[in-house]
């Protein structure tokens, strides 16, 4: 029974396994790696990434992905849609907990936003896939919010978060997705923002081609990111192995990018990048954070 042999190895490896907080160096440093440099804890670097594993990991993937086929089917048919109508709440519902668990990461990381105010001290930041407004309340009073996301059903969520954040002034909401931005002009925005999106845009350079060409020079980008764990690392294996299920649970989320090798060649002028471990699902742990310039 492949399914249940994988449930218990995850099981038995997340309660037994003695290394699981090992503490390991990243082999990927960003450029002008940020502050205390790319340390993360890494759940178990017992398998190497050898042949034999590699095998496994593809046979267990297989299986997971055979076990989806029927949310495959209801995706080919155009049923998956309904989920884009339900999503929104469990987005919401979980952005509560993920903000109370990220909350000094995020001040830190916003705690940098005034720096891109314009001379007059005023500053209009574009959240890309802004889903129900989490980040509001960690932006500074008077900033002006452009909001964006391509699903529409999450306007409700953003109005009551936007009621409960009254410190920022609300410009508009736009139906759009990250890699298609046009109605937004070049170079007029001081700040981009995307957290948790770049694991489900479709094309990771096409959007960051976006947010190039809307930050006026000098801007920056920030972004949270959920990534790749180090090759060497069960969460790896386990990362590659639930990523069929979870792209349906996640609403097109990939939990399997190494988002920063993109980020590091986006064209930006100066880059802040650290690899952080999020005290969240050992799925979601291995984490981004930082801001570039353009
Ligand atoms: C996990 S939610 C994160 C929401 C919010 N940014 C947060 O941090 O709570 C992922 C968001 O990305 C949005 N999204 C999915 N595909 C996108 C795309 N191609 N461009 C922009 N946003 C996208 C989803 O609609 C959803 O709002």
Known sequence: MPFPFTMFMVASFYFENPYRTCRVFSPVVGVNAWADGAVYSCWSPRWS????????????????????????????????????????????????TYNKKMHDKKKELFRSLPEFNKPDGQLTLLEIGCGSGTNFEFYPPGCRVICTDPNPHFQKYLNKSMGENDHLKYDRFMVA????????????????????????????????????????????????????????????????????????????CEITRETWKHVETAGFSELKLRHVEAPLLFLIKPHITGYAVK
Do not use: N
């Open 49 to 96: 990434g050898s042949g034999k594993m590699t095998i496994l990991m593809k046979f267990c993937t297989l299986v997971v992905s055979v076990l989806c086929l029927p949310l495959h089917l209801m995706h080919a048919v155009g049923l998956y849609e309904i989920y884009k109508r339900v999503f929104p709440f469990c987005v919401y519902r979980i952005s509560i």
């Open 177 to 252: 997705s990250g890699e298609d931005m046009r109605s937004v002009e070049d170079e007029s925005v001081d700040v981009v923002v995307c957290t948790l999106v770049l694991c489900s845009v479709k094309d990771i350079p096409q959007t960051l081609r976006e947010v190039h060409r809307i930050l006026r020079p000098g801007g920056a980008f920030f972004f949270i990111e959920h990534v790749v764990a180090d090759t060497s690392t069960w969460s790896y294996f386990f990362q590659h192995v639930f990523q069929p299920a979870w792209y349906y649970f996640g609403d097109g």
